[in-house]
Nanobody, 124 residues
Framework: QVQLVESGGGLVQAGGSLRLSCVAS????????MGWFRRAPGKERESVGT????????YYADSVKGRFTISRDNAENTVYLQMNSLKPEDTAVYYC?????????????????WGQGTQVTVSS
């Protein structure tokens, strides 16, 4: 069982930045793909991006490419989502997820473990 705990959400003005953190309660995330997803009001959950723990390769959705960066801290079993140049349309609940043996572009149903989510609100 893997527990994921997100933090770092909040209210920010358009153009601002936030960094979300996700701490995983597991001895090692070797072999895992960590993903960030979001769900905006009235919309389906969508992928923001992923990072492969081994090697650190990343994948981003087109909507956030160039603005968001996913990174990891091996020693702390933590994955980060740095969000810059935020837009009102980035407003959503952001979720961290973990899956093993899955593709970088895997859909949300392929991720086995999920955090509780953290709210990000971008004001115009």
């Amino acid at each position: 069982q893997v527990q994921l705990v997100e933090s770092g959400g909040g209210l920010v003005q358009a153009g601002g930045s936030l960094r979300l953190s996700c701490v995983a309660s597991i001895r090692t995330l070797s072999g895992y793909v960590m993903g960030w997803f979001r769900r905006a009001p009235g919309k389906e959950r969508e992928s923001v991006g992923t990072i492969r723990w081994n090697g650190g390769s990343t994948y981003y959705a087109d909507s956030v490419k160039g603005r968001f960066t996913i990174s990891r801290d091996n020693a702390e079993n933590t994955v980060y989502l740095q969000m810059n140049s935020l837009k009102p349309e980035d407003t959503a609940v952001y979720y961290c997820a973990a899956g093993v043996g899955i593709a970088m572009t895997a859909k949300d149903r392929s991720f086995r473990y999920w955090g509780q989510g953290t709210q990000v609100t971008v004001s115009s």
